[in-house]
């Protein structure tokens, strides 16, 4: 397997700082071995446990299909970059881009690696429909809260109301019902950890702690889907 080194940041360092089609191309080996490679392996080593979570998670370790590109879609971005200085993978049902079901992520960068899961944008209605649950005390939320007490690695996130909505209701459930999106995610500075074979072992047992919180999610989007087709 190859794994994720040094040289994998100071590659995506340097491109993000040339910032030039020329430079890639002329450097397109290094991503192929030092970037491309490890996300590859990565994906294949983590596909028996995400079709535990989900067998119909899209697993295929290909860019756009759970590898993210890493020239930059500058269309609606006020950053003109070509290349982003971070890269990512995702397992989720449908289109990698698609926003209508939540995925589970890892992503590395400079600053580190990130990993959890949840939505790129959660539409309004979505949270709307997630709030519902909650609120009625569903038993899906109950596995999902219980999940993410259970533990001290993750932690929810997400853009909050900038005034409160729900002071009426336990902290607890605040923590959720007050955020605009919602992510659950872990972050992290270890690069012994990141560049070492201990890497996809110590995925595969988180994420299967979030499977509770993910199902939580997929089922609330199935749901809504269903009830506005």
Known sequence: MKLFSKATLDYLFEN???????WFEEHKSTYQT???APLHDLVEALTPVMIKIDPNFTTNPRVDKTICRIRRDTRFSHDKSLYRDNMWIIFKRGKMHGTEVPGVYFEISQHGFEYGCGFYHASPAYMNALRTRILRGDKLFLQAEKALSS?????LAGECYKRPRFSDQPDRLREWLERREISIIAESKDFPLLFSDKLAPMLQQEFEKLAPIYHFFLQTALEHHQLTE
Do not use: I, L
């Not at 700082?17 to 020329?22: H, L």
């Not at 533990?151 to 932690?155: C, D």
């Open 34 to 36: 030092e970037v491309f």
């Open 16 to 22: 993000r700082m040339n910032d030039s089609k020329a």
């Open 151 to 155: 533990q001290n690695t993750f932690h």
